[in-house]
Protein backbone atom coordinates (compact mmCIF):
# COMPACT_ATOMS: atom_id res chain seq x y z
CA UNK A 1 0.00 0.00 0.00
CA UNK A 2 1.27 3.51 -1.10
CA UNK A 3 0.75 6.33 0.42
CA UNK A 4 0.51 10.57 -1.49
CA UNK A 5 -1.05 13.54 -1.83
CA UNK A 6 -3.39 15.27 -4.60
CA UNK A 7 -4.78 18.38 -4.90
CA UNK A 8 -8.74 18.26 -5.51
CA UNK A 9 -10.74 20.36 -7.63
CA UNK A 10 -11.16 23.26 -4.69
CA UNK A 11 -7.29 23.05 -4.80
CA UNK A 12 -7.73 21.36 -1.35
CA UNK A 13 -4.44 19.31 -0.96
CA UNK A 14 -5.82 15.21 0.43
CA UNK A 15 -4.13 12.13 1.06
CA UNK A 16 -4.56 8.98 -0.80
CA UNK A 17 -3.80 5.22 -0.57
CA UNK A 18 -3.03 3.00 -3.63
CA UNK A 19 -3.69 -0.83 -3.17
CA UNK A 20 -1.53 -2.72 -4.93
CA UNK A 21 -2.70 -6.55 -5.96
CA UNK A 22 -0.55 -9.32 -6.56
CA UNK A 23 -2.42 -12.54 -8.42
CA UNK A 24 -3.11 -15.57 -6.58
CA UNK A 25 -4.98 -16.94 -9.10
CA UNK A 26 -4.33 -17.37 -13.22
CA UNK A 27 -6.14 -15.27 -15.54
CA UNK A 28 -8.12 -14.73 -17.37
CA UNK A 29 -9.23 -11.55 -15.78
CA UNK A 30 -12.72 -11.99 -14.95
CA UNK A 31 -11.30 -15.16 -12.92
CA UNK A 32 -9.12 -12.79 -10.97
CA UNK A 33 -12.35 -9.84 -10.79
CA UNK A 34 -14.46 -13.30 -9.42
CA UNK A 35 -11.58 -14.65 -6.83
CA UNK A 36 -11.09 -10.90 -5.74
CA UNK A 37 -15.21 -10.23 -5.32
CA UNK A 38 -16.15 -14.25 -4.32
CA UNK A 39 -15.68 -14.97 -0.43
CA UNK A 40 -15.87 -18.97 -1.43
CA UNK A 41 -12.89 -18.75 -4.46
CA UNK A 42 -10.76 -17.25 -1.52
CA UNK A 43 -11.66 -19.69 1.25
CA UNK A 44 -10.99 -22.75 -1.35
CA UNK A 45 -8.05 -21.18 -2.92
CA UNK A 46 -5.42 -23.17 -0.59
CA UNK A 47 -7.52 -26.32 -0.46
CA UNK A 48 -7.30 -29.57 -2.29
CA UNK A 49 -10.18 -29.23 -4.73
CA UNK A 50 -10.72 -25.21 -5.92
CA UNK A 51 -14.23 -24.41 -6.85
CA UNK A 52 -12.90 -24.49 -10.37
CA UNK A 53 -11.83 -27.85 -9.95
CA UNK A 54 -15.53 -28.77 -8.28
CA UNK A 55 -17.59 -26.59 -11.92
CA UNK A 56 -15.63 -29.14 -13.68
CA UNK A 57 -16.11 -31.95 -11.57
CA UNK A 58 -19.87 -31.34 -12.14
CA UNK A 59 -20.22 -31.18 -16.11
CA UNK A 60 -18.42 -34.46 -16.14
CA UNK A 61 -20.75 -35.70 -13.64
CA UNK A 62 -23.70 -34.84 -15.93
CA UNK A 63 -21.87 -36.00 -19.01
CA UNK A 64 -22.10 -39.09 -21.09
CA UNK A 65 -20.21 -41.69 -18.73
CA UNK A 66 -19.70 -45.58 -19.22
CA UNK A 67 -17.75 -48.00 -17.66
CA UNK A 68 -16.30 -51.01 -19.66
CA UNK A 69 -13.96 -54.10 -17.85
CA UNK A 70 -12.28 -56.56 -19.67
CA UNK A 71 -9.75 -59.38 -19.12
CA UNK A 72 -7.21 -58.28 -21.65
CA UNK A 73 -4.21 -56.17 -20.54
CA UNK A 74 -4.28 -52.43 -19.81
CA UNK A 75 -1.61 -52.12 -22.89
CA UNK A 76 -3.83 -53.89 -25.31
CA UNK A 77 -6.85 -51.97 -23.94
CA UNK A 78 -5.35 -48.34 -24.11
CA UNK A 79 -3.92 -49.48 -27.61
CA UNK A 80 -7.31 -50.10 -28.94
CA UNK A 81 -8.46 -46.90 -27.88
CA UNK A 82 -6.04 -45.36 -30.61
CA UNK A 83 -7.51 -47.77 -33.22
CA UNK A 84 -10.16 -45.22 -33.91
CA UNK A 85 -10.64 -46.74 -37.48
CA UNK A 86 -11.10 -50.19 -36.13
CA UNK A 87 -14.00 -49.75 -33.44
CA UNK A 88 -15.79 -46.31 -34.70
CA UNK A 89 -15.05 -44.68 -38.06
CA UNK A 90 -13.36 -46.15 -40.99
CA UNK A 91 -12.49 -42.91 -42.51
CA UNK A 92 -10.16 -41.62 -39.80
CA UNK A 93 -7.31 -40.00 -40.42
CA UNK A 94 -4.40 -38.29 -38.27
CA UNK A 95 -2.50 -39.28 -35.09
CA UNK A 96 -4.15 -40.50 -32.27
CA UNK A 97 -1.45 -41.54 -30.49
CA UNK A 98 0.59 -38.69 -29.07
CA UNK A 99 0.38 -35.59 -27.30
CA UNK A 100 -0.90 -33.16 -29.52
CA UNK A 101 -1.74 -35.14 -32.28
CA UNK A 102 -4.70 -34.05 -34.56
CA UNK A 103 -7.50 -36.65 -36.31
CA UNK A 104 -10.42 -36.45 -38.07
CA UNK A 105 -12.89 -38.83 -38.03
CA UNK A 106 -15.69 -39.02 -41.14
CA UNK A 107 -19.42 -40.38 -41.51
CA UNK A 108 -19.85 -39.42 -45.15
CA UNK A 109 -20.30 -35.34 -44.95
CA UNK A 110 -20.21 -35.81 -40.94
CA UNK A 111 -16.73 -35.24 -39.43
CA UNK A 112 -15.43 -34.16 -36.08
CA UNK A 113 -11.59 -33.11 -35.99
CA UNK A 114 -9.98 -33.72 -32.39
CA UNK A 115 -6.70 -32.70 -30.93
CA UNK A 116 -4.80 -34.63 -28.11
CA UNK A 117 -4.87 -32.68 -25.35
CA UNK A 118 -3.50 -35.59 -22.79
CA UNK A 119 -1.78 -38.55 -23.02
CA UNK A 120 -0.22 -40.84 -20.56
CA UNK A 121 0.36 -44.20 -21.88
CA UNK A 122 -1.41 -47.18 -20.60
CA UNK A 123 -3.33 -45.20 -17.92
CA UNK A 124 -5.71 -41.71 -19.80
CA UNK A 125 -5.87 -40.05 -22.73
CA UNK A 126 -8.12 -37.18 -23.69
CA UNK A 127 -9.46 -36.08 -27.08
CA UNK A 128 -10.78 -32.21 -27.76
CA UNK A 129 -13.13 -31.68 -30.08
CA UNK A 130 -11.83 -28.67 -32.25
CA UNK A 131 -14.28 -28.27 -34.82
CA UNK A 132 -17.31 -30.57 -36.29
CA UNK A 133 -19.97 -30.82 -38.79
CA UNK A 134 -23.02 -32.30 -37.50
CA UNK A 135 -25.87 -31.77 -40.33
CA UNK A 136 -28.37 -33.13 -38.54
CA UNK A 137 -28.68 -30.64 -35.65
CA UNK A 138 -29.35 -27.49 -35.53
CA UNK A 139 -26.23 -26.25 -34.62
CA UNK A 140 -24.16 -28.41 -36.43
CA UNK A 141 -20.92 -27.71 -34.50
CA UNK A 142 -22.69 -28.76 -31.14
CA UNK A 143 -19.61 -31.03 -30.10
CA UNK A 144 -17.15 -28.22 -30.89
CA UNK A 145 -15.15 -27.38 -27.28
CA UNK A 146 -16.83 -30.93 -26.30
CA UNK A 147 -13.66 -33.63 -24.95
CA UNK A 148 -13.61 -37.20 -24.59
CA UNK A 149 -11.90 -38.94 -22.15
CA UNK A 150 -10.41 -42.52 -21.68
CA UNK A 151 -9.65 -43.65 -18.26
CA UNK A 152 -7.57 -47.26 -18.28
CA UNK A 153 -7.10 -48.84 -14.53
CA UNK A 154 -6.10 -52.25 -13.69
CA UNK A 155 -7.76 -54.60 -11.06
CA UNK A 156 -8.40 -57.97 -9.85
CA UNK A 157 -6.16 -59.40 -13.07
CA UNK A 158 -8.77 -57.31 -14.96
CA UNK A 159 -8.61 -53.98 -17.13
CA UNK A 160 -11.23 -51.16 -16.03
CA UNK A 161 -11.70 -48.61 -18.58
CA UNK A 162 -13.86 -45.24 -17.70
CA UNK A 163 -15.24 -43.34 -20.97
CA UNK A 164 -16.70 -39.94 -20.56
CA UNK A 165 -17.54 -37.24 -22.83
CA UNK A 166 -17.72 -34.00 -21.28
CA UNK A 167 -20.10 -31.31 -22.32
CA UNK A 168 -22.61 -34.25 -24.04
CA UNK A 169 -25.33 -33.59 -21.56
CA UNK A 170 -29.18 -34.03 -21.30
CA UNK A 171 -29.95 -30.31 -22.26
CA UNK A 172 -28.30 -30.42 -25.57
CA UNK A 173 -29.83 -31.42 -29.06
CA UNK A 174 -27.69 -34.14 -29.57
CA UNK A 175 -27.14 -36.22 -26.46
CA UNK A 176 -30.52 -38.81 -27.42
CA UNK A 177 -29.13 -39.62 -30.58
CA UNK A 178 -25.31 -39.70 -29.65
CA UNK A 179 -25.89 -41.66 -26.57
CA UNK A 180 -27.47 -44.02 -28.91
CA UNK A 181 -24.10 -43.51 -30.83
CA UNK A 182 -21.60 -44.13 -27.99
CA UNK A 183 -23.27 -47.04 -27.28
CA UNK A 184 -23.31 -48.41 -30.16
CA UNK A 185 -19.73 -48.12 -30.22
CA UNK A 186 -17.86 -47.83 -27.09
CA UNK A 187 -19.83 -51.06 -25.80
CA UNK A 188 -20.33 -52.56 -28.49
CA UNK A 189 -17.84 -52.19 -31.49
CA UNK A 190 -15.12 -51.12 -28.98
CA UNK A 191 -15.91 -53.99 -26.27
CA UNK A 192 -15.68 -56.37 -29.35
CA UNK A 193 -12.65 -55.52 -30.61
CA UNK A 194 -11.17 -56.24 -27.35
CA UNK A 195 -12.49 -59.19 -27.50
CA UNK A 196 -12.02 -60.78 -30.51
CA UNK A 197 -9.77 -58.47 -32.35
CA UNK A 198 -12.15 -57.24 -34.96
CA UNK A 199 -14.28 -54.27 -34.12
CA UNK A 200 -17.66 -52.97 -36.14
CA UNK A 201 -16.76 -49.57 -37.42
CA UNK A 202 -19.03 -46.96 -39.32
Known amino acids: M ?7 AYGVSREFQTLQFQRLVPGPMERVWAFLTHGELRRNRNSTTSIFEKEINMETENSYHRDLTTPASAGKAFNAIGSVGDW ?23 FVNFKVAEYQPDRKVTWEVTDCYLPWLDDKTE ?27 PQIECYENCVKGWDQYVLGSFKKLLATGEGSPG
Open 2 to 8: ANGKIID
Open 143 to 169: WKNTSVHWEVSSKDKLTEIAFTHVGLQ
Open 88 to 110: WAKDTKGNTRKLGGVFTVRFGET
